[in-house]
């Protein structure tokens, strides 16, 4: 059965590039979540959307990060002109129905920003 | 501020006795409180959830209490078993659409 995937796994930016993390939910999963995870911590809530309607942005750090579902299905973050402090493990989730025990989680992108 | 803690960064025990995470909280308001389990270059993973109106939940091995008066939160795995060995995060939620805070994760070794 296919879980949730996210595309890539690791990733290596210099300073200052633009990069873009993929998440595959669950098809038919209607509720879609990014985290952000730095080092030696919990995950971050960063962003929600209810098919393609980006509901709360309010965890995204700055102007830089934007993330967009426009089919309701896949999704992109794409983190603009990087800063060595976005390097964390960006997590995806997806849930098909309501309730706070039924988000799915993907394997995570590992990036680095040197 | 944090809203949700993990005092204990770590944790070891032998396999077979209890393990005894812990977690406090600051924000009465949260309507459930839940364990995620998490091992290496995985996603977490859900283990089980309380909500704000019990003080007990028991799922085979897993028994989360909650003390709302000293709003401490602790899970418990009996018998422990190797393969529990992962880091486990405390979190909470206020309802509404499911978004969850994290505590900081506390790494569990069951010593075979």
């Known amino acids: 059965g296919a879980g949730v995937s996210q595309s890539p796994r690791y990733k290596v930016a210099k300073r200052g590039q633009d990069v873009a993390l993929r998440c595959d939910p669950i098809?038919?999963?209607?509720?879609l979540f990014w985290y952000q995870q730095a080092l030696g911590q919990g995950p971050e809530f960063l962003t929600y959307?209810?098919?393609?309607?980006?509901?709360?942005k309010s965890g995204l750090p700055s102007d830089r990060f934007f993330a967009e579902r426009p089919e309701g299905s896949v999704s992109t973050l794409k983190i603009q002109r990087t800063q060595q402090e976005d390097s964390a493990v960006y997590l995806c989730?997806?849930?098909?129905?309501?309730?706070?025990?039924?988000?799915?989680f993907g394997p995570g992108t590992r990036l680095t920003v040197l | 501020d944090q809203q949700v803690k993990q005092n204990s960064p770590s944790l070891s025990v032998q396999e077979g006795r209890i393990s005894i995470l812990n977690c406090d909280y600051t924000?009465?308001?949260?309507?459930?409180f839940l364990w995620y389990k998490k091992y290496p270059a995985e996603g977490p993973t859900f283990l089980i959830s309380?909500?704000?109106?019990?003080d007990k939940n028991e799922d085979g091995r897993f028994t989360v209490f909650l003390n709302k008066s000293a709003k401490h939160l602790s899970l418990h795995i009996v018998p422990s078993q190797p393969g529990d060995s992962a880091v486990y995060f405390c979190?909470?939620?206020?309802?509404?659409?499911?978004?969850?805070?994290f505590g900081t994760g506390t790494k569990l070794q069951v010593i075979p």
């Open positions: 989730a997806s849930s098909l129905i309501l309730g706070p025990d039924t988000q799915y």
């Open positions: 098809s038919g999963h209607v509720s």
């Open positions: 959307f209810q098919n393609e309607a980006q509901l709360d």
């Open positions: 924000n009465s308001m949260f309507d459930y």
């Open positions: 309380i909500s704000s109106i019990k």
């Open positions: 979190a909470e939620n206020s309802g509404g659409y499911q978004k969850v805070t």
